[in-house]
């Protein structure tokens, strides 16, 4: 796993609740841009999108072809209620745990497009 992927995996591990810090480290990993209304790129990641806080944002990160599920109920493991797996081309099976839902979905893509590469 690259310093970089291992660092977000790692902050996303350890974090309890969602944070804008973690969202702009996805953000720029991802490539994402937040552009103007007439095309022009803007520098900074103050805007980007709520990875961390938000399933319906963090599903947009799941790799093309990949197929997730969130088994329930999952038994609580270290205050971490939530697993998050996924299924794709590339890689076999990847899952994270956490304690929200959208923290799991996050870890799981991050070890999807890490094992994508």
Not at 22 to 32: F, N, R, S, Y
Not at 50 to 58: C, G, K, L, Q
Not at 100 to 113: G, S
């Amino acid at each position: 796993m690259s310093n970089q992927m291992n660092n977000i995996v790692e902050m996303l591990e350890s974090a309890d609740v969602g944070s804008r810090e973690i969202d702009e480290k996805i953000a720029k990993l991802v490539g994402w841009v937040r552009t103007t209304a007439d095309g022009k790129h803007l520098r900074g990641y103050a805007y980007c999108p709520n990875y961390t806080t938000s399933m319906d944002t963090a599903l947009t990160l799941v790799p093309d072809g990949g197929d997730w599920q969130m088994p329930l109920p999952f038994h609580e493991y270290n205050n971490k209620l939530f697993r998050c797996e996924i299924y794709g081309k590339g890689y076999v099976y990847v899952y994270g745990v956490a304690p929200t839902p959208a923290l799991a979905i996050c870890i799981a893509v991050m070890k999807a497009i890490e094992e994508t590469k």
